[in-house]
């Protein structure tokens, strides 16, 4: 059934379908990017906050 519809499918709605797949692969990109950047920063951060948690010495 999925052939028969895409057969009814006019130029603009294939440029169109077309445009939606990439966003959603740049949108996989972007997401991916973001966990690895979240991964860096809490990896980076970690002694920072060890100081800071640690008590203050008399």
């Given at each position: 059934?999925?052939?028969?519809?895409?057969?009814?499918?006019?130029?603009g709605?294939?440029?169109l379908?077309?445009?939606?797949?990439?966003l959603r692969?740049?949108v996989?990109?972007l997401e991916?990017?973001v966990?690895?950047?979240?991964l860096?920063?809490?990896l980076?951060?970690?002694?920072?906050a060890?100081d800071?948690?640690?008590?203050?010495a008399p």
């Amino acid at each position: 059934m999925a052939k028969a519809l895409y057969g009814h499918m006019t130029g603009g709605e294939r440029v169109l379908a077309a445009e939606v797949a990439r966003l959603r692969r740049r949108v996989a990109e972007l997401e991916e990017y973001v966990a690895r950047v979240e991964l860096d920063r809490s990896l980076d951060l970690t002694p920072l906050a060890d100081d800071l948690l640690a008590p203050a010495a008399p």
